[in-house]
């Protein structure tokens, strides 16, 4: 099972910026699809983007788009998520995620079955 560690969060205000980190314990592989979801309460999570074949295909979610930018460090075994332009809605605790296989079209509603345990981003107006 791998685990993963998030860092980064923090509360900001709107316009402001904050990077994300995901430690994995073991090599992200090519052919895994990890990702970033967010939730806030009573509400279910939502994915963010997501990154796969070896770090050359990212998706977006298109509430951050042009806005965050999904990157890994295969040497650190790391993903990041680079959140500019942050905004109100984007307050949530953001998890990262490792799936077993590759990242598909609709890559936020297949299973991953490796979550951390969150970082929260608060971002005020």
């Known amino acids: 099972q791998v685990q993963l560690e998030e860092s980064g969060g923090g509360s900001v205000q709107a316009g402001g910026s904050l990077r994300l980190s995901c430690v994995a314990s073991?090599?992200?592989?090519?052919?895994?699809?990890m990702a970033w979801f967010r939730q806030t309460p009573g509400n279910e999570r939502e994915g963010v983007a997501a990154?796969?074949?070896?770090?050359?295909?990212?998706y977006y979610a298109d509430p951050v788009k042009d806005r965050f930018t999904i990157s890994q460090d295969n040497a650190a075994n790391t993903i990041f998520l680079q959140m500019n332009s942050l905004k109100p809605e984007d307050t949530a605790l953001y998890y990262c995620?490792?799936?077993?296989?590759?990242?598909?079209?609709?890559?936020?509603?297949?299973?991953?079955?490796?979550w951390g345990q969150g970082t929260q981003v608060t971002v005020s107006s």
């Open positions: 995620a490792r799936s077993n296989s590759e990242c598909g079209r609709t890559w936020y509603s297949q299973t991953f079955n490796s």
């Open positions: 073991t090599t992200i592989w090519w052919d895994r699809c």
């Open positions: 990154i796969g074949s070896g770090g050359t295909m990212t």
